[in-house]
């Protein structure tokens, strides 16, 4: 092992050296080059993105018609951090909370750790490696970009750690409700966090009710929910469904072959109540069938609560609709955000800036049948309130009257 630490301590500092000389030789951008890299952006996302026709009903823009003035506004900038901007601004105006630069602003984290995915995740591995010189350019830009931000005031440990706080649980009313409440579902926590929750969950025998508050959860992993909570809280496995729906663009073929292997070309004749652009001829379905197995069940036989608003986004939102297909809990508050249903964002690199991109390219069918990519979850009660809090005290008062 010592001789592994040496070596490594040897030859590291060298490869960096090779590294920042080489991203200390690339030339800004040109016009042409910027050109180039929309064109192929702009290409594949009108074959494989599935929710133009949602934002053009819901914010009223037609992103593909917008090709020349988006052309127009890229060749017009100065350097490429302003470069970088402008096409950020152009993909902020279809309002997708999935699609972002983030896996070239977090690079040096993302990259180690689709690497270490498998072979399930090879073509997001690639995307991550075509250009590493790029990449690594682009991340020290952009952080550069934001250390002339104002610096933020540093809180005490205890502050800090207490707002950074995604999980926390209490017996409410003498005890006759108990209180979960997840803002994220982070899946590096789940061997961490089974501990607590089991604890807790220990102590709810005697509650009626068990309300679990995501409000604001903006997601995670499903295996976060399905194993830490559900699965101490069924008494036998229980078995839901995935209806999923992908456009048939050569790059999503790229990255989910097995997807087309047993999926079945959309027709108006599959479901009702669909957006029409589904019916085009390019969109598949593809039904997957899930099951949780029971994990040493705790003694509850309350009734269960999972209060969700529309910030509520993701692998959250596929909680909400996990309970609604299989009435495991009552979905009360707000209608949720859009895209609970789906898999991980595709990552693509540009040709000619390496900019790291992802984009969501599979979304479902909700229980009740509509299109989760626009709809969200609509809950089974409406509890209202003009924030969190006074959301889940109006549920509190509601479950109260009950009684």
């Given at each position: 092992m ?51 026709g ?80 790029r ?21 005490s440990?205890?502050k ?5 706080s995604?999980y ?21 926590k ?12 220990s ?79 390019t ?13 040493d ?21 596929g ?7 299989t ?10 955000g ?18 790291l ?18 709809v969200?979850v ?20 509601y479950?109260?009257?009950?009684k």
């Amino acid at each position: 092992m010592k001789k592994f630490v040496s070596l490594f301590l040897l030859f590291f500092p060298m490869l960096m050296s090779a590294e920042s000389e080489s991203v200390t030789a690339l030339k800004p951008l040109t016009s042409d080059q910027k050109t180039i890299d929309f064109e192929y952006l702009y290409t594949v996302l009108r074959d494989n993105y599935p929710f133009f026709g949602v934002a053009e009903r819901k914010y009223g823009v037609d992103w593909l018609a917008n090709h020349d003035e988006y052309v127009r506004r890229l060749k017009a900038t100065a350097d490429d951090t302003a470069y970088y901007r402008e096409l950020n601004d152009i993909l902020r105006e279809l309002h997708d909370g999935h699609m972002d630069f983030s896996p070239t602003i977090k690079y040096s984290k993302v990259k180690p750790i689709l690497d270490g995915l498998g072979p399930d995740f090879e073509p997001w591995s690639r995307a991550m490696h075509r250009d590493s010189v790029r990449a690594v350019y682009w991340e020290q830009l952009l952080a550069k970009k934001d250390s002339h931000k104002k610096p933020v005031k540093k809180k005490s440990p205890s502050k800090r750690s207490s707002a950074k706080s995604y999980y926390t649980d209490t017996l409410l009313c003498k005890g006759k409700i108990a209180l979960m409440r997840l803002s994220s579902l982070p899946y590096e926590k789940i061997s961490a966090d089974s501990l607590r929750v089991t604890s807790f969950l220990s102590t709810i025998s005697d509650a009626d009710y068990l309300i679990i508050d995501i409000q604001g959860n903006s997601g995670g992993s499903e295996l976060y929910w399905s194993r830490l909570v559900v699965s101490r809280l069924i008494p036998k496995p229980i078995t839901y469904f995935s209806i999923q729906i992908v456009r048939g663009g050569a790059v999503n073929r790229e990255y989910n072959p097995d997807f087309f292997e047993g999926a079945e070309s959309l027709t108006e004749n599959t479901y009702d109540g669909l957006p029409e652009e589904l019916y085009d001829g390019t969109f598949y379905t593809r039904k997957y069938s899930r099951e949780i197995e029971a994990c040493d069940p705790v003694a509850f036989r309350g009734k269960i609560f999972l209060l969700v608003d529309r910030k509520v986004f993701s692998s959250a939102g596929g909680w909400a609709d996990f309970c609604k297909q299989t009435g495991w809990a009552t979905v009360v508050g707000e209608t949720t955000g859009v895209q609970g249903i789906g898999r991980d964002p595709i990552i693509i690199s540009l040709p000619e800036s390496g900019l790291l991109l992802r984009y969501p390219y599979c979304n479902g069918i909700n229980a009740d049948g509509t299109f989760n990519g626009e709809v969200g979850v609509r809950p089974d009660i409406e509890i209202h309130g003009e924030n969190k809090n006074e959301r889940l005290q109006n549920l509190i008062a509601y479950l109260r009257h009950c009684k």
